[in-house]
């Protein structure tokens, strides 16, 4: 069985220019993780308003989240690799206009930005934290390997 891997955009934002980036992270953590089941995951890009909804009704935060993932794995009554042959990992959403104004912030390009978040996300999905000092230097390394071996590097905008 192959993976199913959707990306949804839900603004009037373009953002299928950064589609193979997107995949190519999907596969570089599978290879990295060295996950070999097939996998099922989501990504969508919404705009703040959405953001804003999505963190209040699930996470009781009133702000602009960058990314949110809901994991469908952390519901252990329901075996969905059993029932459809795929690890149904859940959902991912990107705020669209915050990866913008962050990639500013930060002094890099939207792709990186929306690469990281990205990576950052599917991470987050498959069950890295940074709750304590050795979780958070374990993510993140894994997020620099992912990143740095796809090429897409935190150059400033020039």
């Not at 089941?37 to 804003?52: A, G, K, M, R, Y």
């Not at 602009?64 to 969905?80: I, K, P, Q, R, S």
């Not at 934290?129 to 796809?150: G, P, S, V, Y």
Request: overall charge negative; hydrophobic content about 40%.
């Amino acid at each position: 069985m192959e993976d199913n891997f959707d990306i949804n955009n839900a603004t009037h934002f373009a953002v299928d220019n950064f589609n193979q980036d997107f995949i190519n992270i999907f596969n570089k953590v599978k290879e990295t993780l060295k996950i070999i089941e097939p996998l099922e995951l989501t990504l969508n890009f919404v705009d703040e308003q959405t953001q804003v909804e999505l963190n209040k009704k699930y996470r009781h935060k009133d702000y602009v989240a960058d990314v949110l993932t809901f994991a469908l794995e952390e519901n252990e009554e329901l075996d969905l690799f059993k029932l459809t042959g795929l690890r149904s990992l859940g959902d991912i959403f990107i705020c669209y206009p915050k990866a913008v104004s962050q990639a500013a912030e930060y002094q890099h390009s939207l792709r990186r930005e929306l690469a990281f978040l990205f990576t950052h996300g599917m991470l987050h999905i498959l069950g890295y934290d940074h709750q304590t000092k050795q979780d958070e230097e374990i993510m993140f390394n894994l997020q620099r390997i992912i990143l740095n071996d796809l090429q897409i590097l935190r150059n400033p905008i020039e």
